[in-house]
């Protein structure tokens, strides 16, 4: 199957596997971790055929995107009109950009890193991340396993997944979201002790997060090349990496 018949990969293992599916909001129910930031979408013939979001075969790029306005009660949103501009290049440059399904798989994938590098699932980080930032997060969990400390962090849902940044550099794509979620999260020694972290208090979090895809290469997927915070709200769960 030829890497221009998969319409767009980025976070593992939330709807069907990163090649398979694409991220989507969490509903609570567990489900294998696969990566949600793929799909196939062809014509009857096999060819590759532009996705809209309503099932309509041809849109201008500028349709394709402003879509998204649509979504419902504004959780899913574009921060500025330089953020709409360049999720317009992105679909000028690559047909098959859906960006409402990009932004529903965006949204799986905080959900499955948050979780996967609590539960020091490297697997799974290593198919989601680029390699700077998967070199940050496994730094960070072999020092946490050095101290035989587990931690126990779930996503209780997320409030906002906004657009703030998005343009095209070359051959490659870069689409930066800032997340603000609800997060529980605890630390436990060895004998089971809580040292940081309370499992029944819901906080919210916020992280920025760049995702990155290389349209010419033949592996289809998007990483996360970058993960950011420094501001209010900031989660102290996951590492800055650039």
Request: hydrophobic share 40%; net charge negative; glycine share 8%.
């Amino acid at each position: 199957m030829s890497a221009d018949l998969i319409v767009y990969a980025l976070v593992a293992a939330g709807l069907v596997f990163w090649l398979r599916s694409i991220l989507g909001t969490r509903h609570g129910e567990e489900r294998q971790r696969d990566n949600p930031l793929l799909r196939e979408k062809t014509d009857g013939a096999g060819d590759s055929a532009a996705v809209s979001l309503d099932g309509e075969r041809e849109m201008t790029a500028e349709e394709r995107v402003r879509k998204l306005a649509e979504i419902k009660e504004g959780k899913v949103t574009i921060e500025n009109k330089n953020a709409e501009a360049g999720l317009v290049d992105i679909a000028r440059a690559d047909r098959e950009f859906d960006v409402n399904f990009f932004m529903t798989g965006a949204q799986d994938a905080f959900v499955i890193i948050v979780e996967s590098f609590a539960a020091g699932d490297r697997e799974t980080l290593k198919e989601l991340l680029g390699s700077s930032v998967y070199n940050a997060f496994e730094g960070a969990i072999t020092a946490r396993e050095g101290r035989n400390e587990k931690q126990e962090t779930q996503i209780r849902a997320i409030r906002k997944a906004e657009a703030i940044e998005a343009r095209v550099s070359g051959r490659t794509v870069y689409v930066t979201i800032r997340f603000t979620a609800e997060e529980t999260s605890v630390t436990r020694d060895i004998s089971g002790e809580i040292v940081e972290g309370n499992p029944e208090r819901v906080t919210a979090m916020k992280d920025i997060w760049t995702f990155s895809r290389d349209l010419k290469s033949r592996d289809p997927r998007w990483v996360v090349m970058e993960t950011r915070g420094d501001f209010e709200d900031d989660n102290k769960i996951l590492p800055n990496a650039i």
